[in-house]
């Protein structure tokens, strides 16, 4: 496998475990426990006395934030994990961990909080653009890639959120109820892979309860299976705010606690030991797994780093382009609208406009640019062959304030005076820990005024709102419209981050006239807070037009167009993290947007901008739907490469799309705080099979601008031989996808299953050949009885093709 690393343990390794060793003798027992708890939202404490710096973690998965939440400190924003999937490239993944380690050395960053592979059990997780794939395989695959590439730079990373964290409602207390043979199968299994095949130096265990215990004490998935059976030996991260008590995490192999100050771990751990709660050795252990990241990473004295040579430097606005073309799924091209010929396009949708690139919550960066499809097709198509209409606004509320508005921060004490200022890139304001304007402290700091200007693009009633708790006062051109306090309506410690803003005035306002804005907050955190964040938004949402009068718009451009192109898109309300969806369909009126100019243009492309499936009612009726998932930074670049046929759509679904009506697994919402996984393991393509139903787009499938005939398979053992053309008039590249079937089924076995794939490129007429190891594990199932993998023995069909559902050519194996 192109994502391997070497062998388990090196002369460098050992010498390196023995730095470790001293480094833990000379620490006493309170210098220990400090060291296992955060010292603030992102870092341990350093400990001079052994030579060791403080190591900085940082969000993951598609860029890397840093330390600061602010557009100010910006970074490569990369495709979401739903896109890096869908390229079904390891490589290529390996190439996006290099880059991201590259990132992190920027921002002084030593362990990416990445990636997410948990799995897309139901098409309403929240946090579904986040993770990889319905497959364990694939995600397995993907995630060492990903892995092998950000620990190739020097960097550490955390596989996230061990294990079953896929869904997000009541994500804190939820006991997921999941059977032994569906856990080993399905939710462990990527975790597995890629402590195998790439070493992983961290894993961070989950928010949730998988089958009564807290994985943040789950001793037995823990130490006994990831450490004790696997392996594994890296550091064990808590979720932030998922540590509970103190003897229970340490004694279920969590090795550190965050974010700090306040933890369980700290001064409340060496009392543990001191009451004789918990051993001492316990706490050696967790030190010992802490000090083996920071020699890895480069942070202990007298160690020497795992990587001690750098790779090459990545150019990181190229490679989220590549990224973004390589994922992008073509779903359905009738009659080769795509790509596109010469003549008039009418570009369509608020998405086209002002691009949705990335998904919501801790997965948020700030990229420098970000290159909207509008942007995109403006530099690639001729001069005057492009109109752009909004057609349908689906953002039913407020945003953060960006476009138009020049703000800054200004701190002031209880007298008034002024302490410090902070820039303010946009309307949203997070300050976390010491991080504050120069001169400012938190004893001192009594309000925050965001203040400046805002000069509208459009005349009309503008809306202005907040999002935050406490006291705050809005002032827009000199009218005060809010004096008040904003109460929380959920009691969820993250609602200020995934909450939406309150509407709080509404001013009439004219295009090119500049405003003043200010929106004052009063401080007031509580002392016993384990740490201190500052955090508010000033929202604001454009003049509303009439949706019947947009849509109208729309269909005339398209009428006037030879092809339209129609951009639809999820909104932050939709996807993010905190919350699951409650349903697939796109927001606002776009369905109606799409059917009325597919009425009105028969060449009508659809691009679906959305981190996980939606719902497409209208996709028989128009000639082309391409999936560009939230595609990074560069999205509209890349868009445009492949709308021109500068490149071909290089995707796979990395996950079945189908309406939520039909789809098998779909429940996220506990019952009495269970939420039961009783369909074992039967998800994804599995279940839709199982039930016999289609769904709109199958697992693994995806068009390119060429054909491909697979000629021929043969079998040899467990290695699979396939041979194929390139049909087509031009060079392309295929996902050749190898499943396999075992014949005489038990049917508490899946009918088929990923076993392998591999990507292969060939020019129009040449034939190419590939061979797909099969690993062993594609034969085995989990045996409850005996508690253990089981091979199981006989006739298999390997079958290969396009898509689960488009199996070209089978052969036969007996194992
Ligand atoms: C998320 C993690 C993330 C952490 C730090 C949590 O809410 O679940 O994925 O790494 O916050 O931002």
Same mark, same amino acid.
């Given at each position: 496998m192109a994502e391997t690393l070497g062998p388990r343990s090196t002369p460098a390794d050992e010498a390196r475990e023995a730095v470790v060793a001293a480094a833990l003798g000379k620490l006493d027992l309170d210098a220990k426990s400090r060291l296992l708890s955060g010292q603030d939202m992102w870092s341990l404490p350093a400990l001079p006395e052994i030579g060791l710096d403080s190591l900085v973690m940082s969000d993951g998965p598609i860029g890397v934030r840093g330390v600061r939440w602010t557009a100010d400190d910006p970074s490569v924003a990369l495709p979401s994990p739903t896109a890096l999937a869908a390229t079904w490239d390891p490589a290529l993944a390996r190439r996006a961990g290099v880059l991201l380690a590259q990132e992190a050395r920027r921002k002084g960053v030593h362990v990416l909080l990445a990636p997410t592979v948990n799995?897309?059990?139901?098409?309403?997780?929240?946090r579904h653009f986040e993770a990889y794939s319905e497959d364990p395989y694939l995600t397995g695959r993907i995630g060492s890639g990903y892995v092998s590439g950000v620990q190739e730079g020097g960097v550490g990373t955390t596989v996230k959120h061990f294990v079953a964290n896929d869904a997000e409602t009541d994500r804190f207390t939820v006991n997921n109820l999941v059977g032994e043979r569906a856990l080993r199968e399905l939710y462990l299994a990527p975790f597995e892979l890629i402590v195998e095949h790439?070493?992983?130096w961290g894993v961070m265990t989950a928010y949730n309860t998988v089958n009564g215990t807290t994985m943040t004490e789950h001793r037995r998935l823990v130490n006994e299976v990831l450490r004790g059976e696997w392996g594994f030996d890296g550091f064990n991260v808590s979720d932030?705010? !998922? !540590?509970?008590s103190t003897a229970g995490a340490v004694e279920g192999g969590l090795d550190v606690a965050m974010p700090g100050p306040r933890t369980v771990y700290g001064e409340a751990l060496a009392r543990a030991v001191r009451d004789g709660e918990v051993e001492e050795a316990t706490v050696d252990e967790a030190v010992r797994n802490v000090l083996r990241l920071a020699a890895r990473v480069g942070i202990l004295e007298g160690a020497e780093p795992a990587v001690t040579e750098l790779p090459d430097s990545v150019d990181g606005v190229a490679l989220a382009r590549e990224i973004a073309r390589r994922a992008f799924v073509l779903v359905r091209n009738e009659r080769d609208a795509l790509p596109l010929k010469p003549g008039k396009v009418a570009l369509i949708g608020a998405a086209a406009r002002d691009a949705r690139v990335l998904g919501g919550g801790s997965a948020t960066v700030f990229p420098a640019r970000t290159v909207s499809p509008l942007d995109g097709l403006t530099a690639a198509l001729p001069e005057g062959t492009l109109s752009y209409a909004l057609? !349908? $606004?689906?953002?039913t509320e407020l945003a953060v304030a960006d476009k138009g508005f020049v703000l800054r921060a200004v701190c002031r004490d209880a007298e008034g005076n002024v302490i410090g200022t902070g820039s303010a890139p946009n309307g949203h304001l997070q300050w976390m820990g010491s991080d504050l304007p120069a001169g400012v402290t938190h004893e001192a700091l009594h309000t925050v005024e965001l203040t400046g200007t805002f000069t509208p693009r459009t005349t009309g009633p503008h809306t202005f709102g907040i999002k935050g708790i406490g006291a705050f006062t809005l002032t827009v051109d000199g009218t005060t419209y809010f004096d008040d306090v904003q109460r929380p !309506?959920? $009691?969820?410690?993250f609602v200020t981050f995934f909450g939406a803003p309150e509407p709080r005035a509404r001013a009439a306002l004219t295009a090119g006239q500049p405003v003043d804005v200010s929106l004052t907050h009063v401080v007031d955190l509580p002392d016993d807070l384990s740490i201190k964040v500052v955090t508010f938004s000033l929202a604001h949402q454009e003049p509303q037009r009439d949706p019947d009068e947009l849509i109208a718009e729309a269909v005339a451009a398209a009428r006037d167009a030879d092809t339209a192109v129609v951009v639809v898109a999820t909104t932050d309300r939709v996807e993010s993290e905190g919350f699951d969806r409650t349903d697939l369909t796109l927001p606002g009126r776009q369905d109606d947007l799409v059917r009325a100019v597919a009425a009105a243009n028969p060449n009508t492309v659809v691009v679906v901008n959305s981190g996980s499936p939606v719902e497409l009612p209208w996709r028989a009726d128009v000639a082309a739907v391409l999936l560009s998932w939230f595609p990074g930074q560069e999205g509209g670049a890349a868009l445009a490469d492949v709308l021109t046929g500068a490149?071909?759509?290089?995707g796979r679904l990395p996950t079945t799309w189908g309406s939520l009506a039909a789809a098998p697994v779909t429940r996220v919402v506990p019952e009495n705080g269970e939420l039961r996984y009783d369909e074992g393991v039967f998800i994804g393509y599995s279940a839709w099979e199982k039930e016999g139903r289609a769904p709109s787009y199958p697992f693994g499938h995806g068009l390119g601008y060429t054909d491909w005939t697979y000629e021929a398979v043969e079998t040899r053992g467990t290695s699979v031989r396939v041979r194929l053309r390139n049909d087509g008039a031009r060079a392309g590249r295929e996902v050749v996808q190898v499943y396999l079937a075992p014949v005489d089924r038990d049917p508490g076995r899946p009918a088929r299953r990923l076993a392998g794939f591999a990507t292969v490129e060939a020019g129009p007429g040449e034939r190419v050949e590939v061979t797909v190891e099969l690993p062993r594990r594609a034969f085995e199932i989990w045996d409850e009885a005996s508690n253990a993998w089981s091979f199981v023995k006989g006739s298999y069909e390997i079958q290969v093709g396009r898509s689960i559902a488009d199996r070209r050519v089978t052969a036969t194996t007996n194992v």
């Amino acid at each position: 496998m192109a994502e391997t690393l070497g062998p388990r343990s090196t002369p460098a390794d050992e010498a390196r475990e023995a730095v470790v060793a001293a480094a833990l003798g000379k620490l006493d027992l309170d210098a220990k426990s400090r060291l296992l708890s955060g010292q603030d939202m992102w870092s341990l404490p350093a400990l001079p006395e052994i030579g060791l710096d403080s190591l900085v973690m940082s969000d993951g998965p598609i860029g890397v934030r840093g330390v600061r939440w602010t557009a100010d400190d910006p970074s490569v924003a990369l495709p979401s994990p739903t896109a890096l999937a869908a390229t079904w490239d390891p490589a290529l993944a390996r190439r996006a961990g290099v880059l991201l380690a590259q990132e992190a050395r920027r921002k002084g960053v030593h362990v990416l909080l990445a990636p997410t592979v948990n799995l897309h059990r139901s098409p309403l997780g929240g946090r579904h653009f986040e993770a990889y794939s319905e497959d364990p395989y694939l995600t397995g695959r993907i995630g060492s890639g990903y892995v092998s590439g950000v620990q190739e730079g020097g960097v550490g990373t955390t596989v996230k959120h061990f294990v079953a964290n896929d869904a997000e409602t009541d994500r804190f207390t939820v006991n997921n109820l999941v059977g032994e043979r569906a856990l080993r199968e399905l939710y462990l299994a990527p975790f597995e892979l890629i402590v195998e095949h790439a070493r992983p130096w961290g894993v961070m265990t989950a928010y949730n309860t998988v089958n009564g215990t807290t994985m943040t004490e789950h001793r037995r998935l823990v130490n006994e299976v990831l450490r004790g059976e696997w392996g594994f030996d890296g550091f064990n991260v808590s979720d932030w705010m !998922a !540590a509970r008590s103190t003897a229970g995490a340490v004694e279920g192999g969590l090795d550190v606690a965050m974010p700090g100050p306040r933890t369980v771990y700290g001064e409340a751990l060496a009392r543990a030991v001191r009451d004789g709660e918990v051993e001492e050795a316990t706490v050696d252990e967790a030190v010992r797994n802490v000090l083996r990241l920071a020699a890895r990473v480069g942070i202990l004295e007298g160690a020497e780093p795992a990587v001690t040579e750098l790779p090459d430097s990545v150019d990181g606005v190229a490679l989220a382009r590549e990224i973004a073309r390589r994922a992008f799924v073509l779903v359905r091209n009738e009659r080769d609208a795509l790509p596109l010929k010469p003549g008039k396009v009418a570009l369509i949708g608020a998405a086209a406009r002002d691009a949705r690139v990335l998904g919501g919550g801790s997965a948020t960066v700030f990229p420098a640019r970000t290159v909207s499809p509008l942007d995109g097709l403006t530099a690639a198509l001729p001069e005057g062959t492009l109109s752009y209409a909004l057609g !349908a $606004d689906p953002t039913t509320e407020l945003a953060v304030a960006d476009k138009g508005f020049v703000l800054r921060a200004v701190c002031r004490d209880a007298e008034g005076n002024v302490i410090g200022t902070g820039s303010a890139p946009n309307g949203h304001l997070q300050w976390m820990g010491s991080d504050l304007p120069a001169g400012v402290t938190h004893e001192a700091l009594h309000t925050v005024e965001l203040t400046g200007t805002f000069t509208p693009r459009t005349t009309g009633p503008h809306t202005f709102g907040i999002k935050g708790i406490g006291a705050f006062t809005l002032t827009v051109d000199g009218t005060t419209y809010f004096d008040d306090v904003q109460r929380p !309506a959920k $009691d969820d410690p993250f609602v200020t981050f995934f909450g939406a803003p309150e509407p709080r005035a509404r001013a009439a306002l004219t295009a090119g006239q500049p405003v003043d804005v200010s929106l004052t907050h009063v401080v007031d955190l509580p002392d016993d807070l384990s740490i201190k964040v500052v955090t508010f938004s000033l929202a604001h949402q454009e003049p509303q037009r009439d949706p019947d009068e947009l849509i109208a718009e729309a269909v005339a451009a398209a009428r006037d167009a030879d092809t339209a192109v129609v951009v639809v898109a999820t909104t932050d309300r939709v996807e993010s993290e905190g919350f699951d969806r409650t349903d697939l369909t796109l927001p606002g009126r776009q369905d109606d947007l799409v059917r009325a100019v597919a009425a009105a243009n028969p060449n009508t492309v659809v691009v679906v901008n959305s981190g996980s499936p939606v719902e497409l009612p209208w996709r028989a009726d128009v000639a082309a739907v391409l999936l560009s998932w939230f595609p990074g930074q560069e999205g509209g670049a890349a868009l445009a490469d492949v709308l021109t046929g500068a490149h071909e759509p290089g995707g796979r679904l990395p996950t079945t799309w189908g309406s939520l009506a039909a789809a098998p697994v779909t429940r996220v919402v506990p019952e009495n705080g269970e939420l039961r996984y009783d369909e074992g393991v039967f998800i994804g393509y599995s279940a839709w099979e199982k039930e016999g139903r289609a769904p709109s787009y199958p697992f693994g499938h995806g068009l390119g601008y060429t054909d491909w005939t697979y000629e021929a398979v043969e079998t040899r053992g467990t290695s699979v031989r396939v041979r194929l053309r390139n049909d087509g008039a031009r060079a392309g590249r295929e996902v050749v996808q190898v499943y396999l079937a075992p014949v005489d089924r038990d049917p508490g076995r899946p009918a088929r299953r990923l076993a392998g794939f591999a990507t292969v490129e060939a020019g129009p007429g040449e034939r190419v050949e590939v061979t797909v190891e099969l690993p062993r594990r594609a034969f085995e199932i989990w045996d409850e009885a005996s508690n253990a993998w089981s091979f199981v023995k006989g006739s298999y069909e390997i079958q290969v093709g396009r898509s689960i559902a488009d199996r070209r050519v089978t052969a036969t194996t007996n194992v």
